[in-house]
Antibody, heavy 122, light 110 residues
Framework: QVQLVQSGAEVRKPGASVKLSCKAS????????MHWVRQAPGQGLEWMAV????????TYAQKFQLRVTTTRDTSTSTVFMELSSLRSDDTAIYYC???????????????WGQGTLVTVSS | QSVLTQPPSASGTPGQRVTLSCSGS????????VNWFQQLPGTAPKLLIY???RRPSGVPDRFSGSKSGTSASLAISGLLSEDESDYYC???????????FGGGTKLTVL
């Protein structure tokens, strides 16, 4: 069965960086995009980034363009998301979500990781 | 302020039918398919509806989606207490070149 297992909770000081991981299993890793979505405490969902199946191309939300980098390691079926210059309002749960894309059905996020809580505090 | 507009709250009684709305624009809902997610407290979102109205395997047919122009709707019939949850709509935005979510609707089953 498809599983996305994310790394554990992180605590960082303002200005620092954090690198999160999302390990996939149960499907052909190289066939799917992977998205990152975050959720601040008590708030809604916010899309951040997507990395394509080969890992050669990523698209970032305008808000995060200068601070986010996504990579993937096909040898371990793992996707990474690094967010730099952290601020207190980056405190959130960060989710990875598999993107299913087809010309007929469009794109949708069919499986989600359990989420990683990142706390930014001095 | 979310690009897609959802009412922050909705409510219904067991057995009732409720409809949740999601309003956008030509660059998002008007041009691309809409997905709906259910998020129970303390859990990751779960795909409920994709491609405007299609249900993934395992999602009860009490849940249905529709779209007209720049608005989409999620209908839940035969409301159950377990449907009490947050619901989010999402789609691609051609102008922003990224995915956008609604602010979410918190559904309360009275």
């Amino acid at each position: 069965q498809v599983q996305l297992v994310q790394s554990g909770a992180e605590v960082r000081k303002p200005g620092a960086s954090v690198k999160l991981s999302c390990k996939a299993s149960g499907y052909i890793f190289n066939n799917y995009y992977m998205h990152w979505v975050r959720q601040a405490p008590g708030q809604g969902l916010e899309w951040m980034a997507v990395i394509n199946p080969s890992g050669r191309s990523s698209t970032y939300a305008q808000k995060f363009q200068l601070r986010v980098t996504t990579t993937r390691d096909t040898s371990t079926s793992t996707v990474f998301m690094e967010l730099s210059s952290l601020r207190s309002d980056d405190t959130a749960i960060y989710y990875c979500a598999r993107g299913y894309t087809s010309g007929f059905y469009g794109t949708f996020f069919d499986y989600w990781g359990q989420g990683t809580l990142v706390t930014v505090s001095s | 302020q979310s690009v897609l507009t959802q009412p922050p709250s909705a409510s219904g009684t067991p057995g009732q039918r409720v409809t949740l709305s999601c309003s956008g624009s030509n660059s998002n809902i008007g041009s691309n398919t809409v997905n709906w997610f259910q998020q129970l407290p303390g859990t990751a979102p779960k795909l409920l509806i994709y491609s405007d109205y299609r249900r993934p395997s395992g999602v009860p047919d009490r849940f249905s989606g529709s779209k007209s122009g720049t608005s989409a709707s999620l209908a839940i019939s035969g409301l159950l207490s377990e449907d009490e949850s947050d619901y989010y709509c999402a789609t691609w935005d051609d102008s922003l070149n990224g995915w956008v979510f609604g602010g979410g609707t918190k559904l309360t089953v009275l």
